[in-house]
């Protein structure tokens, strides 16, 4: 809004020129996002208490020391983030942008459903929300709305191509198909953060990297002079989500705060498949969508572990790992959960330096 506001009256005001610069924005972004985080989320969490009195359920096939420290925290603290990603874009981005309001559909979409699914949670009082199929439904449909607005965004032949990372120049066009791929990446993206989220702080600060990262890429991607650079594909308009990355990263660490162990507030599905579905959607605009494999590769591995149990169990009997998804593993082998945590931020910080090299390295 700033930004469509306030720069035609530089002529009057030559400091408002700021307003036009992409980088100036995205720190705004981020600090607004920050403060509406550290300034709501007491309030919000105080709120949610008094209407969750016995905070949100705990399976009871989890970890048993989950029925002990984790009972009484209240849940759906992901409002707190989704108020300041909205907030902060709203004030600091382009407006005009198409692209700006395609990811905010899947943010706000996928929050909404998720915030379904725990509101069902606690008036039943039962780890079991919305029916499975008709929340992956929904999200489909959201996302294939996104995929192909995105589509329609982007020029040919990028808008129905995929690109290939280490390797400059090479489009894969899939047609038609391209909505669905989006579609794949958008809902995959939202469950992996969403089954990541088990520990108090486990899935958020991996979140805030990959945002971080993100909010590079789009940076280049949407820059002709650093795309020709770093031969990278030049997509024009998505520098703007460099400010909804920025504003991500924000409300992230502001949020952070609460959720930091013991955790005040859990982010519930109403966090996790929003901001999980807002990366997969800015990684279909920047067509960065095998990047995100890499510098999501935490989330990649919590989801393949739940595969590889599931197969595994029904098709011998037996599992893998001591239990589902992969941080239970390491808890029932008796790792401290601070362990457990700082361990997984250490592999995302590690796996998003691996997948900011691809920008270099073709």
Same mark, same amino acid.
């Given at each position: ?15 408002l020129?700021?307003f ?40 009871e ?8 420290t ?5 849940t ?25 309001w ?6 706000l ?58 390797l ?20 995959g ?26 909010? @590079? ?30 504003? @991500? ?33 800015i ?8 990047? @995100? ?18 197969v ?8 893998v ?22 361990r ?19």
């Amino acid at each position: 809004m700033l930004y469509n506001l306030l720069p035609p009256l530089a002529d009057d005001f030559g400091f408002l020129n700021l307003f036009r610069y992409l980088t100036f924005r995205t720190g705004g972004a981020v600090m607004t996002a920050l403060l509406v985080s550290f300034l709501c989320g007491a309030p919000v969490i105080r709120w949610l208490k008094a209407r969750q009195a016995g905070g949100q359920p705990i399976r009871e096939d989890g970890p048993e020391s989950h029925l002990l420290t984790k009972k009484g925290t209240p849940t759906m603290g992901g409002f707190i983030i989704l108020l300041g990603v909205s907030v902060a874009t709203l004030l600091w981005a382009d407006l005009t942008n198409g692209y700006v309001w395609a990811v905010l559909l899947v943010t706000l979409g996928f929050g909404a459903i998720g915030f379904a699914d725990d509101y069902l949670k606690l008036t039943r009082m039962s780890h079991k929300g919305l029916p499975g199929r008709l929340r992956i439904c929904l999200e489909i449909v959201i996302a294939f709305i996104a995929a192909v607005w995105i589509m329609k965004l982007t020029r040919d032949p990028l808008a129905t191509s995929l690109a290939v990372p280490f390797l400059k120049n090479v489009l894969l066009n899939l047609g038609w198909l391209f909505p669905l791929f989006g579609v794949v990446v958008m809902v995959g993206s939202s469950n992996s953060v969403n089954l990541t989220d088990g520990l108090d702080g486990l899935a958020i600060v991996p979140v805030m990297i990959a945002a971080a990262c993100f909010a @590079l890429i789009a940076y280049l991607v949407g820059n002709a002079v650093f795309a020709n650079y770093l031969q990278i594909h030049f997509v024009p308009g998505t520098g703007e989500l460099a400010v909804l990355c920025g504003a @991500l990263v924000g409300a992230s660490l502001g949020f952070l705060w609460f959720n930091a162990p013991p955790a005040m507030v859990f982010m519930g599905d109403t966090g996790s498949l929003s901001v999980g579905g807002a990366i997969g959607a800015i990684s279909v605009a920047t067509k960065h969508e095998l990047v @995100l494999v890499i510098i999501g590769g935490l989330f990649v591995l919590e989801t393949v572990s739940v595969i590889v149990q599931v197969v595994s169990f029904k098709l011998t009997g037996r599992r893998v790992f001591r239990m589902a998804p992969l941080h239970h593993h390491f808890e029932q082998k008796g790792w401290a959960e601070p362990t457990i945590v700082i361990r997984f931020w250490i592999i995302a910080m590690i796996l998003a330096l691996i997948g900011l090299s691809t920008l270099k390295l073709r």
